[in-house]
């Protein structure tokens, strides 16, 4: 009982607790604030790749569009539902299986 109270009464160990404490749950950027904005972070990130990937899909169809012309119609019919003046398009929908 006597070595308990010691290590209690032990000035730098309750310096060192009490600046744990303040770290952990009274800092501007305790944990759970460190753990929102690492979570965001990842959030974020995983936002970054996949613009990359939408922005090199897009310079890619700009290349395709530049160096060949047939490309631009294929982008008008499929994207903009466009056609010739002496043609029909006819656009079928498929019917979605009845859930039970």
Do not use: C, H
Request: overall charge positive; cysteine-free; charged content about 35%.
């Amino acid at each position: 009982m006597e070595r308990f109270l010691y290590v209690i009464r032990n000035k730098y160990l309750l310096a060192g607790v009490a600046f744990v404490v303040w770290m952990l749950f009274f800092d501007r950027n305790d944990f759970s604030t460190q753990y929102s904005y690492q979570k965001e972070k990842s959030n974020l990130e995983k936002e970054k790749t996949y613009y990359e990937k939408e922005i090199a899909g897009i310079q890619q169809t700009i290349k395709d569009v530049q160096n060949n012309p047939s490309e631009i119609q294929r982008i008008a019919r499929e994207r903009y539902q466009m056609k010739k003046d002496n043609e029909d398009v006819y656009v079928i929908l498929e019917k979605e299986a009845e859930k039970k």
